[in-house]
């Protein structure tokens, strides 16, 4: 029997934005070790440099490239860099994104807002650009660059990240709400977009992992869990976080040429249920 699913990707290049970061670097490790050639973009060179140097080592391909996903022409340099390095891209995850203070209000409700605190009216408007343009922007323009070898060569698939603000926005980050249902919206404009193409285009929605950017609002100095994090795990049916390396399962799915190929412009949650908790 032929099984659908393979988690053999050798000879396949993958490129990885965002990968100085815990959920990419994970993916990054995760495609090297199943055979691809990896590419691992991020601002952080330091990072990607030293995660390649690992891979190596174990007899894994990997090169790390210092990369600004809001710069189109110093991508495209990049791009050229990966064509000479490892050949054209197969598969490209967009997972360069996140969030900014300055759109971040300090509380949930206007109501609760005591004098002195951040509110809805006080948003700073080049901080909420921000948040769009890296979450946005910085998976629109990886996908002009990238996604043009795989047009030329009539297959390939793109995975966005998308999250669980997609669905229903959470308190207190509207800006980096309504870029995520951003996310979700292009996946489906890009599949379809690059339907005739043999390009695949899909999502997932991660739940709630705890990573060192919110480690300090989701636990206290105690290392109890804060009472946001009491929210979120009362409205999780599994009744705990997720794991980074749980997305691995649905991110191998989505971009393996057998297992998916009828599959294009989906969002999978990776969510521990709490996308079908209705909180009764």
Known sequence: MNLPLSFDFHDKVVVITGAGGVLCSDMVRAYAQAGAKVAALDLNEEAVKALAADLVAKGQCCVGYKANVLEPAALEEVHQKILQDLGPCDILINGAGGNNPRATTDNEYQHEAKEGQKTFFDLDA??????????????LIPTQVFAKDMVKRGKGCILNISSMNAYIPLTKIPAYSAAKAGISNFTQWLATHFAGTGIRANAIAPGFLVSNQNRALLFGPDGKPSARSEKILAGTPMGRFVESEELLGGVFFLTDDKAASAITGVVLPIDGGFSAYSGV
């Not at 080049?126 to 998976?139: E, I, P, W």
């Open 126 to 139: 080049s901080g909420v650009d921000f948040v769009f343009k890296l979450n946005f922007q910085g998976t």
